[in-house]
């Protein structure tokens, strides 16, 4: 059974700063990877997806890196601001049985401060 | 708006009741996923659908638990004789190219 982790569970920073959030599966056999933002009392948004056979992703100041083998995924910030404040959930696409459903992460809560 | 839709926003319901959320996914997207997110233990799994095939229902947490897909598109999720532990966001997606799009969620409270 896949399980994600993420690490922090939360960051606080101040405005500018680079920072990374970091992510771990367990099972690498994945179809995709995926990263989210979810503000408080809304619905997810999608940030990057990286399929299995890539090894990065970027937009605009997010840059999302995957290395399968080792189980693990890192979301970059760049320059951040505190419109950034938000939780960042990843989750891994599963490849088995071809539903593609989704195990998600418990989220890391970042507050940037201005 | 072209995303996925969920209804209603939220819901309070008492203890015993049944409920039903509705979503509305993306027009063409012939995947459709539901998940609940609770306190404390982040985004599940609950049920997925896949154009006329018998959807996977291996994330539902009871027997209380269904949901139908009408005609390839809105998709409606049941919970029968609720109780406080369903309390919960539940949120719906729909899937093109290993891409899903979630809606905003309902948020249930069951009292």
């Known amino acids: 059974k896949q399980e994600v982790t993420q690490i922090p569970a939360a960051l606080s920073v101040p405005e500018g700063e680079n920072l990374v959030l970091n992510c771990s599966f367990t099972d690498s056999a994945i179809y995709n990877l995926q990263w989210f933002r979810q503000d408080p009392g809304k619905g997810l948004t999608s940030l990057l997806l990286?399929?299995?056979?890539?090894r990065e992703q970027t937009s605009g100041r997010l840059n999302a890196s995957l290395d399968k083998s080792s189980g693990r995924s890192t979301l970059y910030i760049a320059a951040s601001q505190p419109g950034d404040s938000a939780t960042y959930l990843c989750?891994?696409?599963?490849?088995?049985?071809?539903?593609?459903?989704?195990?998600f992460g418990k989220g890391t809560l970042l507050t940037v401060n201005p | 708006g072209a995303g996925v839709s969920q209804s209603p926003s939220n819901k309070v319901t008492e203890k015993g009741k049944d409920v039903e959320l509705r979503c509305d996914p993306i027009s063409g997207h012939t995947a459709l996923y539901w998940y609940r997110q609770s306190l404390g233990q982040g985004l599940e799994f609950l049920i997925y659908?896949?154009?006329?095939?018998?959807?996977?229902k291996s994330g539902l947490p009871s027997d209380r638990f269904s949901a139908e897909r009408t005609g390839g598109s809105v998709s409606t999720l049941t919970i029968q004789r609720t109780q406080q532990e369903d309390s919960a966001v539940y949120l719906c997606?729909?899937?093109?190219?290993?891409?899903?799009?979630f809606g905003p969620g309902t948020r249930l409270t069951v009292t």
């Open positions: 989750a891994a696409g599963d490849s088995g049985g071809s539903n593609y459903k989704l195990t």
């Open positions: 659908f896949q154009g006329n095939s018998a959807p996977d």
């Open positions: 990286i399929q299995s056979s890539q």
């Open positions: 997606a729909s899937r093109i190219a290993g891409e899903q799009y």
